[in-house]
């Protein structure tokens, strides 16, 4: 993946709308190819009773080869459709500075249930991005987490996902 | 007049003080929703249906179709006072909105907005009240080939009307079909695509693909512009609203043309952005003072929110007689009448008699509940965006999780709720249309399970598709909506030959 003619300005650096579009598109291509895969192992034909499994997921996993194919075709070939940059590295920080937290939430969510979980990821997302005082982070994580909990397993009975701490409290 | 009677029998089934309550609720929800970045009109009905289960169900989609209303119109007012569109289709509604909140015509803009989209969602409930029934009556007669026809229509239209180039709305689409199609195949008892894992097995859920898609995409694209929300401040009073409305009439012919190209888009799926866009282009080109559009004519947002809304609301007259529907919203208000058990299509007007009546009773009281409502709650409205983008992101990131995992209790759905979350930010960065993506998702099954009935009949013979008028009728309809992009091409093609004729040959 290189930058594919940024080189000379140090601005926009960054990974290219050309590799972004290539590798959709050979993923696009590649989950194609599994549909059609899967749908030749169950039986793509006709058997006595009617059409098998296959029989539909197989053309719809050819059109999805056939459009990423295109796509592919388009962006080697067709200089003007894929001009500029995608994300630049400084946006990428950026962006992955939302996903990575949200991913680690999402995986927290496991040990100690939601309600703890989204207090903390609040709270180090305000400090983190937002630069705010504490006295402004701790009643806002606070608040949102108890708001919800009354909301789901009190009003409307809805069980979230709870951890230790809720079991000390009788959840 | 059999529908007016059935109206007014929807009346009663919608005016229950409780149904109120659920309709006030659902607006204010709406507008939140609709003002929030990261939750629109389709992902936040997504998190709510889950509440609403134990609701009974007219109540329930009372309450859902009116945060469907209040986000239309939630839209309007980032767009107008922050120029942040906070919904795609109020993108067209920034052009003059935003030049007026800044010339210090901010009430006078927001009035003009909202009345728009209450005057151009009046005319769509009326065109479904008296359109729905007869095209109900008239599908009752359909099969299942007519019915593939009509998805095929559906799924065509998208190519050949939507914004982005074929090969990526193509690749979009086949990617829902292929996601609907995983887990257990209902007809032969068959496992697809799990590959031996036993999670798969109930396949992806579309509330879990649009929570994903358009809630956390869209944090992480908003994240990457760096949001600062830079507002003029609004107020409006009884005389601003007075004021604003003595000047409307006059536009009148924008306002019907935007209503007619929204009501065409909504019902074929189309969609409410383009309708805005192109009611907002006509209306310029047809208008005395086009040249003036951009500098914050009242023209201007006319033409954008009464083509919105007017599609928005039209969009629920295909779901509710055909069961297709027209836009990732009302597929997922369709998601939850299947929930509930109720089947959309044309018996629906025959066997759920009150609940159809009372969801369209139900589109008059929510529209003028919502007008008064926004009217009167604008400045609260303009102060939560006045709230840091830094608590607001984590925020929507847990009512997203929130909402992915109440869809099935299951905690792999939240982590593929930000796999959805990539691949939305992915797509929508390279043009890759989403919501063809997830009406195949919803409507996958339905596709294949009439393609299937209607192999069955005709014993693997493809040319039952255009074996009677009717059915030939829409397929032929679907090929010209499928080649629409290249027909106009090539027409174009031929009018600039023949100038070619006349006047020297241009140099390629």
């Given at each position: 993946m290189s930058d594919n003619g940024h080189h000379e300005s140090g601005v926009h650096r960054g990974v290219s709308v050309k590799t972004m579009e290539i590798v959709v598109a050979l993923l696009t291509l590649a989950l194609g190819l599994v549909v059609i895969y899967d749908s030749r192992r169950v039986g793509a034909g006709w058997a006595e009773d009617g059409p098998q499994a296959g029989y539909f997921p197989f053309y719809i996993g050819v059109i999805l080869c056939i459009a990423s194919v295109w796509t592919l075709w388009r962006t080697l070939f067709s200089g003007k459709a894929a001009a500029g940059v995608f994300v630049s590295h400084k946006k990428l920080r950026l962006v992955l500075s939302v996903f990575i937290p949200s991913l680690i939430y999402v995986a927290a969510i496991w040990f100690i249930g939601i309600y703890v979980a989204s207090?903390?990821?609040?709270?180090?997302?305000?400090?983190?991005?937002?630069?705010?005082?504490?006295?402004?982070?701790?009643?806002?994580?606070?608040?949102?987490?108890?708001?919800?909990?009354?909301?789901f397993e009190v009003w409307f009975l809805v069980p979230l996902p709870k951890g230790p701490l809720e079991a000390l409290i009788g959840y | 007049m059999e529908e007016f009677s059935s109206l007014m029998q929807g009346f009663s089934v919608a005016l229950t003080y409780q149904n109120l309550m659920f309709m006030f609720i659902g607006i204010l929800l709406g507008v939140l929703i609709g003002v929030l970045p990261g939750l629109g009109g389709a992902n936040g009905v997504a998190i709510l249906l889950p509440l609403t289960f134990t609701m009974p169900p007219t109540s329930a989609i009372i309450m859902l179709s009116c945060?469907?209303?209040?986000?239309?119109?939630?839209?309007?007012?980032?767009?107008?006072?922050?120029?942040?569109?906070?919904?795609?289709?109020?993108?067209?509604?920034?052009?003059?909105?935003?030049?007026?909140?800044?010339?210090?015509?901010?009430?006078?803009?927001?009035t003009t907005a909202f009345t728009s989209s209450f005057v151009g969602a009046l005319i769509a409930v009326i065109v479904i009240t008296f359109l729905a029934p007869l095209v109900a009556k008239f599908s009752l007669q359909f099969g299942?080939?007519?019915?593939?026809?009509?998805?095929?229509?559906?799924?065509?239209?998208?190519?050949?009307?939507?914004?982005?180039?074929?090969?990526?709305?193509?690749?979009?689409?086949?990617?829902?079909?292929?996601?609907?199609?995983?887990?257990?195949?209902?007809?032969?008892?068959?496992?697809?695509?799990?590959?031996?894992?036993?999670?798969l097995l109930r396949g992806f859920d579309f509330l879990i693909a649009v929570i994903g898609l358009f809630g956390i995409g869209e944090i992480l694209?908003?994240?990457?512009?760096?949001?600062?929300?830079?507002?003029?401040?609004?107020?409006?009073?009884?005389?601003?609203?007075?004021?604003?409305?003595?000047?409307?009439?006059?536009?009148?012919?924008?306002?019907?043309?935007?209503?007619?190209?929204?009501?065409?888009?909504?019902?074929?799926?189309?969609?409410?952005?383009?309708?805005?866009?192109?009611?907002?282009?006509?209306?310029?080109?047809?208008?005395?003072?086009?040249?003036?559009?951009?500098?914050?004519?009242?023209?201007?947002?006319?033409?954008?929110?009464?083509?919105?809304?007017?599609?928005?609301?039209?969009?629920?007259?295909?779901m509710l007689t055909l069961g297709i529907p027209g836009s990732p919203t009302a597929a997922v208000l369709l998601g939850g009448l299947l929930i509930w058990g109720l089947q959309p299509g044309p018996l629906l007007f025959v066997e759920q008699k009150d609940f159809v009546w009372g969801l369209i009773a139900s589109m008059y009281l929510g529209n003028i509940v919502g007008l008064l409502i926004v009217l009167t709650t604008v400045p609260w409205w303009a102060a939560i965006l006045r709230v840091p983008f830094s608590i607001i992101a984590p925020i929507i990131v847990v009512i997203c999780a929130?909402?992915?995992?109440?869809?099935?209790?299951?905690?792999?759905?939240?982590?593929?709720m930000l796999l959805f979350g990539v691949v939305g930010y992915l797509f929508k960065k390279l043009d890759y249309p989403l919501a063809p993506l997830v009406l195949a998702l919803v409507l996958g099954d339905m596709a294949e399970s009439s393609f299937r009935q209607s192999m069955l009949l005709s014993r693997g013979e493809v040319s039952i598709f255009w074996s009677n008028g009717l059915v030939g009728s829409i397929c032929a309809l679907a090929m010209l909506m499928l080649f629409w992009p290249v027909i106009t091409k090539m027409l174009a093609r031929l009018r600039r030959g023949n100038n070619d004729l006349d006047e020297a040959r241009p140099v390629e």
């Open positions: 207090a903390v990821f609040i709270g180090v997302f305000m400090y983190w991005h937002g630069r705010f005082a504490w006295t402004r982070i701790v009643p806002v994580s606070l608040s949102v987490p108890i708001a919800m909990f009354l909301l | 945060i469907y209303w209040g986000a239309l119109f939630g839209g309007a007012i980032t767009s107008i006072l922050f120029n942040i569109p906070g919904e795609p289709w109020s993108v067209a509604t920034t052009f003059d909105g935003h030049p007026m909140a800044k010339s210090g015509r901010a009430g006078e803009a927001l299942p080939p007519e019915f593939f026809a009509v998805q095929l229509l559906t799924f065509c239209s998208f190519v050949g009307l939507g914004k982005g180039h074929p090969a990526k709305t193509i690749a979009a689409m086949m990617l829902g079909f292929a996601l609907a199609a995983v887990g257990l195949d209902t007809v032969t008892g068959t496992l697809r695509m799990t590959f031996g894992t036993a999670e694209l908003t994240m990457e512009e760096g949001l600062a929300f830079k507002g003029v401040h609004a107020r409006i009073n009884p005389r601003v609203v007075w004021h604003t409305w003595k000047q409307l009439p006059k536009y009148w012919m924008t306002a019907l043309r935007g209503t007619l190209i929204g009501c065409w888009m909504g019902i074929t799926p189309g969609g409410a952005t383009p309708a805005s866009f192109m009611s907002y282009g006509i209306a310029k080109r047809f208008s005395k003072t086009g040249e003036k559009f951009g500098t914050g004519e009242m023209e201007g947002v006319v033409a954008p929110e009464t083509a919105a809304h007017a599609a928005g609301t039209s969009a629920l007259l295909p929130i909402g992915a995992y109440t869809v099935h209790n299951a905690m792999l759905d939240v982590a593929l």
